[in-house]
């Protein structure tokens, strides 16, 4: 069948510069917390994005406190909405918290629906908070973005979970994906790892206990717990870097 | 605006397809379209002749066929069509807003109806659209 849908995409993300996709290989490493606090620190110097594309588990909504009201006039004018100068669009923004239980081909027309009609204005960096895996979630971004799309692994320290980082890193690679770096999380600075597959780590993030108690009070962790942004540094930098140079 | 943007993102397939010669003149392009996409035909039609009269593509006939959408449970094997789904959203979902935005998501991102809908008879969330899920492109007429 005559694939049309990628004209749409490139369309609507003309005025992107770059898209720097953050990935894990498991579920429950921290991935939507390190890219959402990347976007939160990059949009102070940087024209930024934010798309919550793990249409199963959408939560960057959570972090940021931000709550949809489900009413528009017109939802393709309405979004991607602004929160605090951070250009934003997640799932939520359609369905609320209900559940999304897509399967088998339309879970590829959603990813797709939504990279279609989301028209993101000028934008120096946008952000995507992936859906855990190595599917067609990860392919399709990668495929019709290939021009502007690098990626950052997310992964906890443990040997289990840095096997399936290490193959998310083969895979990316593969797909001909550049890896920019991995983020360690819930990771003491002690510990002794400096790659994952062959992706150097470019940040260590330890357990933040002011995160689960700011998010508990309804407040965002970004603004509410100095040391987070302290812990993202090295990879709020490095991307900006990247984006500037 | 979604349609004027599947107009364009179709006119712009067609053109590839003649700059890389996998046909040499198109006459007629024959476009599936899902109800439960509701687009609003007559804004698609005309979208795609201006869109397609920009690019020097006016002779192109598009014939646009309306395509009935049929769902079928995988629990309790009951199929039902999307006339059954806007008559049970409109009872349950009583204010009018949310309805709006319910099914503007659903003409955006099909696969929303997966969200908002359940089989009406056993309530399931595990069905299948048997046909008329998006907007696809059905037939090229032309020469190669």
């Keep these: ?245 | 605006m979604h349609e004027w943007s599947l107009a364009y993102s179709i006119v712009s397939a067609l053109l590839d397809l003649l700059r890389e010669g996998k046909v040499k003149k198109i006459r007629k392009v024959v476009i599936e379209v899902g109800k439960l996409v509701q687009i609003d035909l007559d804004i698609f039609r005309q979208a795609l002749q201006e869109v397609a009269g920009l690019h020097n593509l006016q002779d192109v006939e598009f014939e646009i066929q309306e395509v009935e959408t049929r769902f079928r449970c995988s629990r309790c094997g009951y199929v039902w069509t999307w006339r059954d789904v806007l008559n049970k959203l409109a009872e349950e979902i009583q204010d009018p807003e949310l309805r709006k935005t319910c099914l503007e998501s659903i003409h955006l991102v099909p696969a929303a109806v997966f969200a908002y809908a359940r089989c009406p008879a056993c309530g399931s969330p595990d069905y299948e659209v048997i046909e008329g899920f998006d907007v696809k492109i059905g037939k090229i007429v032309g020469e190669v």
Aim: aromatic share 8%; proline share 6%; charged share 20%.
């Design chain 1, 1 to 245: 069948m005559l694939d049309f849908r990628k004209y749409a995409i490139s369309s609507a993300f003309r005025r992107v510069k770059k898209v720097v996709a953050v990935c894990s290989g498991k579920g429950g490493v921290g991935k939507s917390f390190i890219a959402t606090g990347l976007a939160w620190y990059l949009k102070d110097s940087l024209r930024t994005g934010l798309l919550d594309l793990d249409i199963y588990g959408f939560s960057t909504h959570r972090f940021l406190c931000y709550v949809p009201n489900l009413r528009y006039e017109s939802i393709e004018e309405a979004v991607p909405v602004q929160i605090d100068g951070l250009v934003y669009f997640s799932p939520v923004l359609l369905i609320g918290d209900r559940p999304f239980p897509v399967r088998g081909s339309y879970r590829e027309k959603t990813v797709l629906d939504i990279l279609s009609f989301v028209e993101w204005p000028e934008l120096d960096v946008l952000i995507i908070d992936m859906p855990p895996g190595t599917g067609d979630e990860v392919i399709l971004p990668c495929r019709y973005l290939a021009e502007k799309i690098s990626t950052i692994v997310v992964t906890l320290p443990d040997p289990i979970s840095l096997d399936v980082a290490s193959r998310l890193v083969m895979l990316l690679k593969e797909i001909g994906v550049q890896t920019l770096g991995a983020v360690l999380n819930m990771c003491d600075s002690s510990v002794n790892i400096e790659k994952v597959g062959d992706v150097i780590v470019v940040a260590k993030v330890p357990h933040i206990h002011c995160v689960v108690s700011s998010l508990a009070q309804g407040r965002n962790p970004y603004v509410a717990c100095p040391e987070v942004r302290e812990y993202l540094k090295p990879i709020v930098e490095y991307v900006r870097r990247l984006v500037t140079d």
